[in-house]
């Protein structure tokens, strides 16, 4: 049983863990850096430990200072949350060996699926359809011409290890090939420390739809609906939605079943994400499967009723899913607005500093996930994520009204924000049809520049 948890993290999630922790009747202890001390995650905890200097290096990711911290304040579990160490299978084995129960799968399943060629590998086997590509890592430069001959260009070449669209570039012709590759290697080293890449096809213009799945230590597997993320800048993404635009029953069904089958073929258990790549035929891909609690959980929390982090909570104890896939039913539509500290105008600059004030909007079927208060100084040293504007409502069309209203009253003053920027976004014809891809985005903001340039700006 569970008494004191340790947060591994920071902002957002870290409060959003808290709160968890509080309904289950956990105490929770929180880590922060110098630049943090005034965060509202040290502020809120029933404990908090300073870890270090700014540095993601020597704090957040300093992981001797994290099991210490767990060591000195008697917490036996420690949720890492998303980002930082929360997909190191290393951490994750680091916690067990210290006799701290890791709130998320073990470091086999980690590892298997933080390695993305083996992970092809392994869905391939378990009958997931796999994106065509090689068979694993890339030895060399003929080896990638010839399978992107066989496959046919366009391709990417992306980094075994990698993720966040580090490590990945597009080759349209052959003599592209061997500069990209190691142009990738390259990244792929630098951001993860292991420089094998491995090559696929590009499903250009697809839509970019993940399943989420909780499972317990006994082996029950439950499939949550899907999120359509195909709203991306530079492979990050900006909005989300549940139910997807581009989904029917029996894509949802044949999604969802491989979703299920990719899990069990790793032995997985707590919580997971299955992202698929799907055609304009609704053909679906595997893509990559991430081994934690996603960013844009809460829209799935919204429209099947589930308390994600709850249940981690209650899978980390041994016990078995309060419920079946049966019991999972998926009402409404419910859309996430990721609301940063960057100036849109200004090419996404991040934009660190003061808050001078703030209000932000509520009222039936609207929830923001955030951690930034009036008067906190947003450190420059971090992710410029500062909310989760997240709306719920009967329908897709009302849920884009909601949300139309909901940014229209979101105030943040003292620092830019992409507020605006995503109002623009939810107003948009493309969206509002539901037909945008994952190539939307860069077109609509390439159509901003033109428009600007037209009218003399």
């Known amino acids: 049983m569970l008494k004191k948890v340790l947060i591994a993290n920071r902002g957002e999630i870290a409060v959003r863990i808290i709160r968890a922790c509080r309904e289950a009747g956990l105490q929770c202890v929180t880590v922060y850096s110098t630049a943090d001390r005034t965060a509202l995650h040290a502020e809120i905890a029933d404990e908090s430990v300073c870890i270090g200097p700014p540095s993601v290096q020597d704090s957040y990711l300093n992981m001797n200072a994290l099991i210490s911290a767990c060591q000195n304040t008697g917490a036996t579990a420690l949720h890492p949350g998303f980002g930082f160490l929360s997909e190191s299978a290393e951490f994750a084995q680091l916690c067990i060996d210290n006799g701290i129960t890791f709130i998320g799968p073990s470091p086999e399943s980690i590892s298997m699926l933080g390695d993305k060629a083996r992970a092809k590998e392994t869905m ?23 399978i992107a ?16 669209g580090r490590g990945i570039r597009r080759i349209d012709r052959e003599d592209q090939l061997e500069e990209q590759m190691s142009v990738a290697k390259e990244e792929a080293k630098l951001f993860f420390g292991n420089d094998e890449v491995y090559l696929e096809k590009l499903i250009v213009g697809p839509h970019h739809v993940e399943i989420q799945i909780i499972a317990d230590q006994m082996g029950n597997t439950v499939a949550l609906g899907e999120r359509d993320c195909s709203m991306q800048r530079r492979n990050q993404k900006v909005l989300e939605e549940s139910p997807s635009p581009l989904m029917t029953p029996e894509l949802r069904k044949a999604m969802q079943e491989a979703a299920v089958r990719a899990a069990k073929a790793c032995g997985y258990y707590n919580a997971g994400t299955i992202e698929f790549l799907v055609d304009d035929d609704r053909n679906f891909y595997f893509m990559e499967m991430n081994t934690r609690i996603q960013v844009e959980h809460p829209v799935t929390e919204w429209v099947t009723g589930v308390d994600l982090v709850q249940t981690q909570l209650l899978v980390a104890q041994g016990k ?46 609207i929830r923001v996930d955030s951690a930034v208060y009036q008067g906190y100084t947003i450190p420059p040293y971090y992710d410029s994520m500062i909310a989760k504007l997240i709306v719920h409502a009967p329908t897709r069309s009302q849920a884009i ?5 909901a940014l229209a009253e979101f105030i943040v003053d003292g620092i830019d924000s992409n507020i605006d920027f995503q109002l623009r976004l939810i107003k948009n014809k493309d969206f509002e049809a539901g037909t945008y891809d994952n190539t939307f985005l860069e077109k609509f903001l390439a159509d901003s520049k033109n428009g600007e340039k037209e009218n003399g700006k």
């Open 401 to 405: 009204m909601k949300m139309r209203w």
């Open 149 to 164: 001959a066989e496959i046919g260009y366009p391709v990417l070449v992306k980094a075994s290890a990698g993720g966040g």
């Open 124 to 146: 391939k086997a378990a009958g997931v359809p796999v994106i065509p590509g090689s068979d694993g890592a890339i030895s060399s430069v003929e080896e990638a011409k010839k």
């Open 320 to 365: 078995p899913l309060p419920f079946t896939q049966e019991d999972i039913q998926v009402r409404g539509h419910a859309i996430e607005c990721r609301i940063n500290a960057e100036n849109p105008e200004q090419g996404f600059r991040p934009s660190p500093g003061k808050i001078r004030s703030l209000h932000i909007p509520g009222g039936p079927g």
